[in-house]
């Protein structure tokens, strides 16, 4: 068994909580165990950082410093969730200067931070502490004809490249071999989704989102998997305007990743949250999808 | 090698001064960070200009322009500027100048989502979507309100909002959190 503390992100108790039911449901079949960090506060994201940097990275640091007590690596789910942890681990190290204020900052709240804890992303725990072997022993379900086009964002790759190629990165295309189905090449699978810009620049997110849509389709995919809920949300839930807006008939389900693995583990449909998705996901993957 | 700059200029010392934003100088204006960024067409300046003019000192310009209010944090820029440059950090030190200046472009409508999310960080230590989104729209556009509401009622059929919080932070953990937010504002404020 291995141990992890858990940081959720708020999305994961708002319109995500299908990646949170699927990755702790994967995450018991792979002998990890998430612990979820208790009262965590939101990571601030990348708007607070841009309001106030030092009281966003306070955000991050009284998480790190939760963290810290128990000592496990942290594990984010949300890939802004990891890059914003990951900053103010990297600033708290590199700055002396953010070190102190953060320092001060937090003795302010009766906690310390000494820069100990690791932060990960669950694609880099998922993909590379558990092997290849593992994943294929706990298959049970044949996956053989889906293609699937894994698609990465910008966040969890990106910049600091800590577990993968930050323009090619390739463990979830390794998953999606490992878990029996195959995977399809195509361009754009780390470009950018639009953020939070869809609901501040709405047209401009959904040009985003058509492109990379219409890249993944093109080449052949049944489905997109994610590792990002604003990924997911953006790709699925805006999926409809953008038909309406470019005049196309897209119709691909969008699944978080884990969500993925738990069909190929043959997890039932309730436990992986697959009523959440909003692209009806019935049609192409029906048949592998195990009922209660 | 590092550009000098003849005279004085505030503008630049000030995003020097900010975390990621020291390594400015170092700019041989090759264009990479243009080329790799999504919305660089939707830019009044694309990356490599904004970085020019700040050298220059074009400091209103600068700071009313729309540019780095569309940058979306996707880091490609910086995963591939040959000179080590983090271009997303010198774009948040513009944005958190623009902010502190009340300078920011009439032309979007990002800052404003950007404060009604941090002023509910900071109230409540967590983000419910209905409520950030409602206070959003009502800021800036009801009307424009209306034209999601297919999306909204699609989000709420399959239990993606949630109109009461799922997760609340115990009592004791948010005033922790604020008294450490306050003491970050207090020294940013009155740094020693």
Not at chain 1, 82 to 111: D, M, W
Not at chain 2, 44 to 71: F, H, K
Not at chain 2, 106 to 112: D, E, G, N, V
């Amino acid at each position: 068994m291995k141990y992890y503390s858990y940081f959720p992100g708020c999305c994961m108790y708002e319109d995500s909580q299908a990646y949170d039911l699927s990755a702790r449901a994967v995450s018991k079949l792979l002998d990890i165990e998430l612990i979820e960090l208790e009262d965590w506060n939101c990571c601030g994201s990348t708007p607070y950082t841009v309001v106030d940097e030092l009281s966003a990275f306070c955000c991050c640091a009284r998480n790190l410093a939760l963290a810290e007590k128990r000592g496990l690596d942290l594990v984010a789910a949300c890939s802004d969730c990891y890059l914003i942890l990951s900053r103010t681990n990297q600033h708290f190290k590199e700055y002396p200067e953010v070190k102190k204020k953060l320092s001060e900052s937090l003795a302010a709240g009766g906690l310390e931070y000494n820069g100990t804890i690791k932060v990960r992303h669950i694609l880099d725990v998922f993909a590379n502490d558990v092997s290849s072997e593992d994943i294929k022993a706990t298959v049970k379900v044949d996956l053989g004809s889906l293609k699937v086009a894994p698609y990465y964002g910008c966040q969890a790759v990106r910049p600091t490249p800590n577990f993968d190629d930050p323009e090619y990165p390739e463990s979830m295309d390794r998953m999606v071999v490992s878990i029996g189905a195959q995977v399809v090449p195509y361009p754009l699978k780390t470009r950018c989704c639009g953020g939070s810009l869809i609901l501040s620049e709405q047209d401009v997110a959904l040009g985003l989102i058509y492109k990379l849509l219409d890249n993944a389709i093109s080449n052949g995919a049944d489905c997109i998997v994610t590792v990002c809920p604003f990924c997911h949300l953006n790709l699925d839930a805006y999926q409809s305007v953008v038909n309406k807006k470019y005049k196309t008939n897209f119709n691909i389900p969008i699944l978080f990743f884990t969500q993925l693995m738990g069909m190929a583990f043959g997890i039932e449909s309730k436990a992986l949250g697959l009523r959440e998705n909003i692209v009806p996901i019935g049609k192409t993957l029906a048949r592998y999808i195990t009922q209660q | 090698m590092e550009i000098k700059v003849h005279g004085s200029n505030d503008f630049i010392q000030e995003i020097s001064s900010m975390p990621g934003g020291e390594k400015i100088n170092l700019c041989i204006q090759c264009g990479t960070c243009s080329a790799s960024c999504p919305n660089a067409n939707k830019m009044d300046y694309t990356p490599r200009a904004l970085i020019a003019m700040a050298r220059a000192g074009m400091r209103d310009e600068v700071l009313s322009s729309n540019s780095m209010w569309l940058c979306l944090s996707c880091y490609m820029c910086t995963v591939r500027c040959p000179r080590g440059i983090v271009p997303t950090y010198i774009m948040h030190a513009l944005e958190n100048l623009a902010m502190r200046h009340h300078a920011t472009s009439p032309k979007t409508r990002t800052p404003t989502l950007y404060k009604v999310f941090s002023n509910t960080v900071y109230n409540v230590g967590h983000i419910p979507r209905f409520g950030c989104m409602g206070r959003f729209y009502l800021r800036v556009n009801p009307f424009g309100a209306l034209k999601n509401i297919p999306v909204a009622l699609s989000l709420f059929k399959h239990g993606r909002m949630p109109i009461n919080m799922r997760r609340k932070l115990k009592p004791e953990a948010l005033s922790q959190f604020k008294a450490i937010l306050d003491k970050a504002t207090m020294l940013e404020e009155h740094p020693k």
